[in-house]
């Protein structure tokens, strides 16, 4: 039989074992990059280390986030894990700009195709996510379409140029943003919109 005391009890231990839920953010993106750096061969990963060598982030903001005493041999993975997070970065950055209307989320400027490396200031955030609609009170969304570029489309274009003759400034670019994307594609609200007859947008 549960008395007050017991029920308190074992309400003070659920509270106390409740933890905060931690968004992907920064960190996520670092693990899924720092599984791929594990798995792939040494001839890659010296390309891959060459390709980032020319992010504009490479020799100041990478480098002062690595802690100090950090083996040299794990330096190149560190690195590799923070290109992941460049994306998101570059959103911080007053270097860049937003391109595309509703504070750059949706894609509709001329800009929004654009892939020539890191002489593109333009943040992209339409590239994150792929908004494919659901609804819970039968609004009808089989006509809506799915804004375009976007993650997929991105993912596809970015393995494209990775495996074509384009320069290796637009590589290392095209390189970020895929292992970015990567990470992106997996997190839940990164690949949903919800429409509902209050909200039919």
């Keep these: 039989m549960n008395t007050p005391l017991q029920i308190t009890s074992m309400l003070a231990t659920l509270a106390l074992l409740a933890q905060p839920v931690a968004a992907w953010d920064g960190f996520g993106h670092m693990v899924v990059a720092s599984v791929a750096y594990r798995s792939l061969d040494a001839k890659t990963r010296k390309r891959v280390d060459e390709l980032l060598a020319r992010n ?3 020799k100041d903001k990478w480098p002062a986030l690595i802690p100090a005493g950090t ?3 794990d330096r190149p993975r560190l690195i590799f894990m ?3 997070t460049w994306p998101d970065a570059i959103k911080r950055d007053n270097d860049y700009h937003d391109d595309g209307s ?4 949706i894609p509709d400027g001329p800009e929004v195709l654009r892939n020539t490396g890191y002489d593109d200031f333009n943040r992209h955030k339409y590239w994150h996510f792929v908004d494919k609609p659901f609804s819970q009170d039968g609004t009808d969304v089989s006509s809506m379409k799915v804004p375009e570029p976007n993650a997929d489309t ?3 274009a970015f393995r494209d140029v990775l495996k ?3 320069s290796d400034d637009r590589k290392s670019y095209d390189l970020v943003w895929l292992l970015h994307l990567l990470g992106d594609v ?3 609200l ?3 919109t919800r429409v509902s007859a209050d909200h039919p947008r």
Excluded: E, R
């Design 56 to 58: 504009p982030y490479f």
């Design 71 to 73: 083996p040299d041999d």
């Design 82 to 84: 923070l290109a992941a």
């Design 102 to 105: 509703n504070n750059g989320n």
């Design 154 to 156: 991105q993912i596809v």
């Design 164 to 166: 074509s003759n384009s």
């Design 186 to 188: 997996h997190q839940p």
């Design 190 to 192: 990164h690949c949903v």
